[in-house]
């Protein structure tokens, strides 16, 4: 193979560590959220907590040795200036946090990206939430977000045949004071954002295609039947303004009719190349997997084209947080989430429907 395109962890042998977090009744999922090294040798590990359908986001610090400890955010709508506990204000109400993203600012503050939802305010977007000291996080743009979803209310045109969400937000009017959604900032949520060397932010995400019915990648049972999910990447100045760069990454005719690409998870080597995670998803059978891919530039990439390590026993779908390979002494960690069931739900093992934080380690 050539040194280029060698992928992460080439040749290297897994070791599952198992469950790093979880919770007797609710849902985890750091998917494609972020875990970052901090002081004492441990990790912070940023993740959405799920009960039914009210979620939230929070982070857990430790290491894999002693464990980790986890801390639910508390949401104001109002600014926050201090608090003791982590802290997301500025936040309208009912609104919901999810798929937290965190970036160290080039000021040295913080800034959290996440996915809001409020279903009958016809709310999907992705804000940011700006931070001094790492604690208290401040929404600073909940009606000019960075990006949209293709159900929020701004959005146009709408996209039928999506149950969920589009159904609701086709009851739902955009406010007069409200601009409508540019076309280019529209995506499909899966969204990670990184900050490049020269202090720039890059950010990939979902974006979905109609095919015709007759088609064979239309599947009736997923949850956004007549759709394929591709890549497309943005950049952005300041973080907060982003301009498209177009699709990097789509199926193609090599690949079954019935796979799409959910999510891409990135690491920047310090040469400018990247290595890349896919979400490679089985639409017809409701399953998700990785995929391993590499890039010279953030935007040609080369694809291993095949399953990147076996789901273990009692995992339906696997997503991996959005910074994979993290360095730890000789190993390197991949962190993901592990659901007992498809994407649509429809199937699980065991009696309710589940989502853990698991790891499994390389040496390096």
Request: proline share 7%.
């Amino acid at each position: 193979m050539n040194d280029k395109h060698k992928f992460a962890c080439y040749n290297k042998t897994p070791e599952y560590l198992g469950t790093i977090l979880s919770h007797p009744t609710r849902n985890l999922s750091a998917f494609p959220a972020t875990v970052e090294q901090i002081a004492d040798n441990n990790l912070r590990m940023w993740y959405s907590d799920i009960t039914n359908d009210v979620f939230t986001i929070a982070r857990a610090e430790g290491n894999l040795k002693r464990g980790f400890k986890p801390m639910r955010f508390r949401l104001n709508d109002r600014f926050v200036a201090k608090a003791s506990v982590p802290t997301l204000g500025n936040l309208p109400k009912e609104w919901m946090p999810t798929q937290p993203v965190h970036i160290m600012l080039p000021s040295g503050g913080f800034r959290l990206y996440f996915w809001a939802h409020c279903y009958k305010q016809g709310i999907v977007r992705y804000l940011a939430a700006d931070s001094d000291d790492g604690v208290v996080y401040n929404v600073v743009n909940a009606h000019s977000p960075c990006l949209y979803h293709y159900c929020d209310r701004a959005g146009n045109p709408r996209l039928p045949g999506i149950s969920g969400l589009a159904g609701l937000r086709s009851k739902v009017k955009r406010p007069a004071c409200e601009q409508m959604s540019p076309p280019e900032l529209v995506c499909n949520d899966a969204t990670t954002v990184y900050r490049l060397p020269d202090q720039s932010f890059e950010v990939y995400s979902a974006a979905i295609i109609s095919v015709r019915k007759d088609s064979p990648e239309y599947i009736p049972w997923d949850n956004c039947p007549g759709k394929r999910r591709l890549i497309r990447r943005w950049t952005s100045v300041d973080g907060l303004h982003f301009i498209p760069s177009g699709t990097v990454l789509a199926p193609d005719e090599n690949d079954h009719p019935w796979i799409q690409f959910y999510y891409l998870s990135v690491r920047h080597r310090p040469d400018g190349t990247r290595d890349g995670i896919i979400g490679l998803y089985d639409v017809l059978a409701q399953r998700m997997d990785f995929e391993r891919c590499v890039s010279q530039d953030g935007i040609h990439w080369h694809r291993e084209r095949k399953i990147w390590l076996d789901r273990k026993p009692g995992e339906v779908c696997v997503y991996a947080v959005g910074t994979p390979f993290i360095s730890d002494g000789d190993h390197e960690l991949l962190f993901y989430t592990a659901f007992n069931y498809t994407h649509n739900a429809k199937y699980r093992i065991g009696k309710k429907l589940k989502g853990d934080i698991r790891c499994v380690r390389f040496l390096t």
